[in-house]
């Protein structure tokens, strides 16, 4: 006997390299009432194409992933379905993971501490539009609202000293290959630090950093 899908039901996505987390997170919301998991991705990318199959109203999203990482994947997947409703999922609380995700239209914050029935209810409130931010994401938003509020410190003042490294060596026109190099760090390295430095700064591309740079001192 077929059993019948949900048309209530809030479709919901996993994306998550882990395989037992995903395995885990399925079980377990699969006993919930009114959540429907219509697919787990292991990548990045293979969450790009399932969205695109199963177009979910809410997607968990891990961080770190190999390939496609968990930030650019959210402001892929919300260019393509700017409804959708993104909960990170992740065991980060680190500014240079966080922050970028949230500015990339991240619209919920969990960490995988977070009890089963938390996750849950997350993605309720995501359905009905409410956002759910870890207590202390939200202690941190807070206080870099009210420096900014206030006129404290520069964007690049949110910049980790490795990043300050990259945005100095991008600025002289060096190449992620040449930046790679100098730094001796992989070239996936390099392309998260540049996507955290565009996020940091407010800026679009490598020039307006490379720009950026020059106009507060930070190049060499």
């Known amino acids: 006997m077929e059993i019948e899908e949900d048309d209530d039901a809030i479709k919901v996505l996993l994306v998550d390299d882990h395989e037992m987390v995903r395995i885990g997170l399925a079980a377990v919301l699969g006993t919930e009432d009114g959540i ?30 190999d390939g496609m990482d968990g930030i650019e994947t959210t402001r892929q997947l919300l260019k393509l379905y700017p409804d959708c409703k993104v909960i990170v999922l992740t065991s980060y609380l680190d500014d240079e993971k966080m922050y970028p995700v949230i500015e ?69 026109g ?4 040449d930046i790679a190099d100098q730094l001796i760090i992989g070239i996936k390295t390099v392309k998260f630090h540049v996507t955290n430095i565009l996020a940091k700064l407010g800026v679009e591309d490598r020039t307006q950093a490379a720009i950026y740079a020059y106009k507060n001192g930070l190049a060499e």
Do not use: H, W
Not at 50 to 57: F, G
Not at 107 to 114: I, P, Q, R, V, W
Not at 174 to 177: F, G, H, L, M, T
């Open 104 to 172: 990339a239209g991240a619209f919920s914050y969990l960490l995988k501490t977070s009890r089963a029935s938390e996750v849950a209810d997350a993605i309720r409130a995501a359905a009905r539009g409410q956002s759910v931010l870890e207590s202390q994401v939200a202690s941190k938003m807070m206080n870099r609202f009210r420096s900014n509020a206030r006129g404290e410190s520069p964007a690049y003042k949110e910049l980790t000293e490795r990043e300050m490294e990259v945005l100095k060596l991008l600025a002289q």
């Open 36 to 65: 429907e998991v219509v697919g787990e991705a292991g990548s990045g990318e293979e969450g790009i194409r399932l969205a695109q199959e199963y177009t979910p109203d809410v997607v968990l999203m891990d961080l770190v992933m």
């Open 174 to 177: 060096k190449s992620n290959q």
